[in-house]
């Protein structure tokens, strides 16, 4: 493994430590207006670490717990991606013929759909919870998924191993579950790197907005919307938030570029 990746797992790894935990380490709860002290409190002032956003609130323990949603939201919508994507693609991929081409019709169809506009509208049918969030994002972001498992099930229904079990009389839904999916898991690894930054920058879009956690609850992408209303004043509370999201994406994307480099050293052949 490569220093840089090392270095994106160690990086993640902190941000991870420090959403569950970061909480319970500041001296102020997430939720908690600080009467006593001033008001958009500046980093190190009144006893908070990054200092208070305009309500007063510890903008240490609001990113912790950001970052506990930011990054939920994007694993949960990425495990739902990826089991639409993977499913979908791997079918078609191994029926071949009419229902592949039926199937990845579809997908066309959708990818000309505007992105944004189908999860703005998902969210606002079916209300803002949480986990309706994470199904709106995972829902629409399987295209991608899809066509690339689909290419490669073309290349292994071809194998060796899968005419040996065709010959044998295995039915297609155990060669699937047991040759096709199984040797797919390494470019599924590598690409849900790619997906997870796309759903944070889409959850936190979609939270600038105003579309997504709603208050008490936050996250990155909610912080940043209430920093940049509030640059002029606090501008720390734009940084703040700004800083985790950015490190989190980098170590996410350098951690990607190593799995596709381990995976294909041509890199970019399998998309």
Do not use: K
């Not at 991870?16 to 001296?27: F, K, M, R, V």
């Not at 919870?129 to 994470?134: K, Y």
């Not at 972001?141 to 044998?168: C, H, K, P, Y």
Request: with cysteine; net charge neutral; proline share 6%.
């Amino acid at each position: 493994m490569s220093r840089a990746a090392v270095a994106a797992v160690v990086l993640l790894a902190l941000i991870a430590l420090l959403a569950l935990l970061g909480p319970w380490l500041s001296p102020w709860p997430y939720d908690a207006i600080d009467f006593d002290g001033p008001w958009g409190a500046p980093p190190g002032a009144a006893g908070h670490w990054l200092g208070t956003d305009e309500l007063g609130r510890d903008l240490f323990a609001r990113a912790c717990q950001g970052g506990r949603i930011s990054l939920a939201v994007a694993l949960a919508a990425t495990a739902v991606s990826l089991l639409i994507g993977v499913a979908w693609g791997a079918v078609a991929g191994y029926a071949g013929g009419w229902l592949d081409a039926l199937m990845m019709r579809i997908v066309d169809v959708l990818y000309a759909l505007p992105f944004m506009f189908l999860v703005i509208l998902l969210t606002v049918l079916f209300g803002r919870h949480l986990l309706l969030l994470f199904l709106a994002i995972g829902a629409v972001n399987w295209l991608d998924m899809a066509r690339i498992v689909r290419g490669q099930t073309l290349s292994l229904r071809r194998r060796e191993f899968v005419d040996a079990a065709v010959v044998a009389g295995v039915p297609p839904r155990r060669i699937l579950r047991r040759h096709i999916v199984p040797n797919l898991l390494g470019v599924v690894a590598a690409y849900a790197t790619v997906t997870v930054p796309q759903v944070i920058l889409i959850e936190s879009f979609l939270s600038f907005l105003g579309l997504g956690v709603q208050e008490p609850a936050t996250s990155w992408g909610a912080l940043l919307s209430d920093g940049a209303h509030a640059i002029e004043t606090t501008p720390w509370g734009l940084v703040v938030p700004a800083l985790f999201l950015a490190a989190t994406l980098l170590a996410l994307n350098l951690l990607g570029d190593t799995l596709r480099d381990a995976l294909d050293p041509r890199r970019g052949e399998w998309r």
